[in-house]
């Protein structure tokens, strides 16, 4: 595990969490998407150059990166050895999206850009709602492309908090 990927079901699955706590176990620099996508004050980065930025860090020998954004996904994936897939239920993603939009009331979560203050609108939670099963779909058969096109690749999918920290525990 030297070039990996962090999917999730949703926002508020733990991923970016998951990806802090795997950086520091593995001494592997790590990367979140929406740092790279998100300007201060909600502004969307180029597109151009959200490629380029995560063209630059795949080149690297070690990283992992965080998020979905599916529109570059082939970016990663293609140079990525292993991809981890955290799944939690939709009620459980929705109400840590509610948490932090109250912990991090006024202010930049640690995986945004500064500037960025949290924030929760209807667009945003019909995104979840929307997108929620699809994506599952989605990542399963990415997973399964993935681990075709190379069997020395490693996948591993972690459903619910139980098993995202035994498989932190045993690293």
């Known amino acids: 595990m030297k070039r990996i990927m962090v999917i999730g079901s949703s926002a508020g699955a733990g991923k970016s969490t998951f990806a802090r706590s795997l950086s520091k176990q593995l001494d592997i620099p790590v990367y979140h998407l929406d740092t790279l996508y998100w300007k201060p004050g909600w502004v969307e980065e180029d597109k151009e150059a959200f490629r380029s930025k995560q063209e630059g860090i795949v080149q690297a020998d070690n990283w992992i990166i965080e998020g979905n954004y599916s529109s570059t996904f082939y970016i990663r994936v293609n140079r990525a050895d292993t991809i981890i897939s955290v799944h939690q239920p939709l009620w459980l993603c929705l109400y840590r999206v509610f948490k932090r939009r109250v912990m991090y009331h006024g202010k930049s979560r640690p995986d ?47 459903s619910g908090t139980k098993e995202i920290n035994s498989f932190l525990n045993t690293l």
């Open 112 to 158: 945004l850009t500064h500037g960025c203050n949290e924030k929760i609108d209807m667009a945003f939670l019909l995104f979840i709602l929307k997108t929620y099963r699809s994506r599952k779909k989605k990542h399963k058969e990415l997973i399964h492309t993935f681990k075709q096109a190379n069997q020395e690749r490693s996948v591993y999918v972690l």
